[in-house]
């Protein structure tokens, strides 16, 4: 699995469990755990979710930059989508390195 998926699966865990926890105790109010314990169930759902959605915007990103930078082959769009960051670089290599390797195929 490559990162996205693995992050995608824990965090999904984590939330489907944390969510059962908090529906278990809004469902049987005798068992009610203190309101700290379901802050902290609140936070320990909340922090592996606003790092995945952090993580997701960032790959689409890096998707976004690639996509305009095969569509035009300007390096100053993909440096402005990129927000001019040093792995806009890194990005454009990859891809001119698949167009080569793409032509080399073709030709053969």
């Known amino acids: 699995l ?7 699966l824990v965090t999904s865990v984590i939330t489907l469990y944390g969510g059962s926890l908090i529906y278990s ?16 169930i609140f936070f320990v759902i909340l922090i592996p979710n606003t ?7 960032w790959c ?10 095969k569509k035009t082959h300007s ?4 440096m402005i989508m990129g927000c001019f960051l040093s792995d806009v670089w ?12 793409l032509k080399e195929a073709e030709e053969a």
């Open 2 to 8: 490559d990162k996205m998926e693995t992050l995608s």
């Open 25 to 40: 105790s809004l469902e049987n109010p005798t068992d009610t755990p203190g309101n700290g314990i379901k802050w902290s």
């Open 51 to 57: 790092i995945f959605g952090l993580f997701w915007l």
């Open 60 to 69: 689409m990103r890096q998707e976004f930059v690639k996509m305009a930078y």
């Open 75 to 78: 390096k100053r769009i993909a």
């Open 90 to 101: 890194i990005l454009m290599k990859e891809v001119d390195t698949q167009e080569k390797e």
